[in-house]
């Protein structure tokens, strides 16, 4: 396999920039809330062998013969419904959490670059790694945008990173973060957004936490996604103080006709109205920003589907976004896995200045 061009070498110059990065992944978005672009994206996304695992002939015949003529129009129809005046909403706020987050470890004391990057569609991994390298950066933390660890999300990731590496000559030293499902400061951080809700609007009946669905036999093959979004469930309800039968956790967007995990969403808001229960506050904790799955699916159609079912309130609370307490936590997440990697350099200019300073001692001597 060739390997890429490698940007200019700087023989014994000090690079402008920091030489460690923070490297933002998140699952990606089409660039407009249009079929073709819809197509674009989904024939990338759903063509990951980590996404669907179904022999690849197979599903590829099945994904191009049929699900990219149907599904791009009705998918382009549910963003367009989200669509933000700056573009996608996981776009527009992982550019925020990026931006914020590379403010927060300046605060503390880390002088890294931060970039984000989209494992499908646009900024991709591989230009962004790039991107880095061109700016110096011979370190680089890759923190994937999911609390709980899937096969199909964050060694998604992974893989992709692997792949650049497999096409690059000099490589930077990796690091990787897999989860932070049980992260103190992240349970913390969720903890904060559901008080300020509540002290807002009131406290619901109960707290439905809705995660991003998979396929059941995923669990059974042996990825940890399921217990760890129960673990997170648990103890987001503990930080609270909610008793047993106060709370929920259910999973969300079903994909064919497999069996996924469950409880499912939408069918169990649908099941508690019907028994009786007037209000709900819904929170998606596995989303680290919000997007079509939060803002469409839960805000928008199982809201509809609670209220038709005989629910009088149903409130939504918003993903970490750009939460001060939520861009805490990550800065705290990075820097535990940025140890022993030298981020509090300091700037060049400051390096020439201690040298000539140096040369002015050695010459009074």
Not at 6 to 30: F, Y
Not at 79 to 106: I, R
Not at 232 to 257: C, H, I, N, P, Y
Request: proline share 7%; aromatic share 8%; with cysteine.
């Amino acid at each position: 396999m060739p390997f890429l061009p490698e940007p200019p070498q700087r023989h014994g110059a000090a690079s402008a920039g920091p030489d460690t990065g923070v490297l933002l992944c998140n699952l990606g978005t089409p660039d407009a809330p249009t079929a073709p672009a819809l197509r674009r994206y989904l024939a990338q996304f759903l063509a990951d062998p980590r996404v669907v695992e179904i022999p690849k002939l197979i599903w590829l015949a099945i994904l191009h013969g049929i699900i990219l003529r149907v599904r791009p129009a009705k998918s382009a129809a549910k963003y367009a419904t989200v669509w933000m005046p700056e573009g996608s909403p996981l776009k527009v706020w992982t550019d925020k959490q990026a931006k914020l987050l590379q403010g927060v470890l300046g605060e503390r004391g880390q002088r890294v670059r931060v970039a984000y990057a989209m494992r499908y569609g646009q900024p991709a991994i591989a230009a962004t790694l790039d991107a880095l390298k061109r700016e110096g950066v011979k370190r680089v933390l890759v923190l994937p945008a999911y609390p709980q660890y899937s096969g199909a999300t964050t060694a998604s990731v992974i893989d992709d990173v692997a792949r650049w590496a497999l096409q690059t000559r000099h490589l930077p030293e990796l690091r990787f973060i897999n989860r932070y499902h049980d992260d103190a400061a992240y349970i913390a951080a969720l903890a904060q957004t559901v008080r300020e809700h509540w002290q807002r609007h009131g406290r619901a009946d109960k707290l439905v936490m809705s995660f991003h669905g998979m396929p059941e036999r995923t669990l059974h093959l042996g990825d940890p996604y399921h217990c760890e979004c129960l673990k997170t469930g648990r103890l987001l309800a503990e930080a609270l103080g909610l008793k047993d039968g106060e709370w929920l956790v259910t999973f969300q967007s079903r994909f064919g006709k497999a069996k996924w995990l469950e409880p499912y969403t939408e069918p169990s808001l649908v099941k508690l109205a019907q028994g009786g229960l007037k209000t709900v506050d819904v929170i998606c904790p596995g989303f680290a920003v919000d997007c079509l799955e939060t803002l469409e699916e839960i805000a928008q159609e199982a809201r509809d589907a609670f209220l038709a079912a005989g629910g009088q309130r149903f409130a939504y609370i918003p993903c970490l976004n750009d939460h001060p307490a939520g861009m805490r936590a990550l800065a705290k997440l990075a820097e535990r896995h940025l140890q022993g990697w030298p981020t509090d350099s300091p700037h060049p200019d400051t390096l020439a200045l201690q040298h000539q300073r140096a040369l002015a001692a050695g010459a009074k001597e």
